[in-house]
């Protein structure tokens, strides 16, 4: 399952072979780009993306996410977001 709001341009949807794509259960573009690469700001970015996952709007996908594990296992996909060139 990918787990990210955009889709990977260098991946055609055939070609990735995923069951799904949640992109509501991917962190908020405003949480995918606050800095979080340091073990304690890690914590509240964890924090953070917990209470958007409570959220009444997230609940939803995350239901299907947890009936889903509990009847296969689950990879969950996410790109790497690492420093982009200039």
Partial sequence: MLVDRVWLRAMSKRRAHLDEWLR????SADLRHWPHHDQEPFAEFRD?????LADADHRPAV???RDFA?????????????PQPQ
């Fill in 70 to 82: 509990a009847h296969d296992k689950v990879t969950l996909l996410t790109p790497h977001q690492g």
């Fill in 48 to 52: 953070r993306y917990i209470g958007e």
């Fill in 63 to 65: 239901r299907h996410l």
């Fill in 24 to 27: 509501d259960v991917a962190p």
